[in-house]
């Protein structure tokens, strides 16, 4: 393994699935973690397929989606750098991939071979009892992110979705990026192009975040958070 796959390795650390590895755990996994470089359109896997492996993604952008009976492309997540995918689907008796996944722009991801990671976590039972915690809280993260998506209107969940951007260390301004085109945005959002540039305007002539090409400041999160209230 050379050692800027090495570094590229080690930052997994920090990651939720491997934050509370020991460093035995970790060397046992180094192995079976593969980087694989992709490109913008290159499909990563479909639906259906066997799932072998999970993902963190390194760099890049990669959406999650569905197709309908009558073809049209339903937007389930939009991955961004730092973020994992398909790792709950290794805990299924046949795993297999829920969605289809495409790379947006070129990048890399990281794939763990999911026997290997169930095997370490079978071998210590306080490991694998933290991961499903932290497991957990993800999973309930995307209830909320569901329940933005379904009970709220379109000005909540392009906050909630813009909030969603900012570091969790961030308080008061900060400056987030937007991962991918508005359009695919406003896909995952379930609104049209036009309704998320919309609701975009009015927070900028609100002062609440001002607009800089696919970058925007937020001059104060907790202001930006309290439109959200009730």
């Not at 650390?13 to 046992?28: G, I, P, S």
């Not at 913008?40 to 993604?57: E, K």
């Not at 900060?174 to 959002?189: D, G, N």
């Amino acid at each position: 393994m050379s050692n800027a796959t090495d570094a590229l390795m080690q930052r997994l650390r920090t990651h939720y699935l491997f934050a509370d590895l020991d460093d035995v755990q970790h060397a046992r996994l180094l192995s079976h973690l593969h980087v694989r470089p992709f490109s913008a359109g290159q499909s990563l896997f479909d639906h259906g397929d066997p799932a072998r492996v999970f993902f963190v993604l390194h760099s890049g952008a990669v959406k999650l989606y569905r197709v309908s009976d009558d073809g049209h492309e339903k937007i389930m997540r939009l991955i961004a750098p730092g973020q994992s995918f398909a790792e709950a689907v290794m805990f299924m008796e046949k795993p297999c991939y829920p969605v289809h996944a495409q790379g947006l722009h070129n990048g890399v991801l990281i794939a763990i071979e999911a026997a290997a990671y169930l095997e370490v976590m079978e071998a210590s039972f306080a490991t694998c009892r933290t991961v499903f915690a932290r497991m957990t809280e993800r999973i309930q993260a995307h209830w909320d992110e569901i329940e933005s998506l379904t009970l709220q209107n379109s000005r909540y969940r392009v906050v909630h979705y813009l909030i969603g951007l900012a570091s969790t260390h961030d308080v008061g301004e900060t400056t987030v990026t937007l991962p991918v085109s508005k359009s695919l945005i406003a896909s995952q959002l379930a609104i049209t192009p036009e309704t998320l540039s919309r609701i975009l305007r009015s927070l900028n002539e609100a002062d609440l975040i001002e607009m800089q090409g696919n970058r925007l400041y937020i001059p104060s999160l907790a202001a930006l958070r309290e439109t959200m209230m009730p």
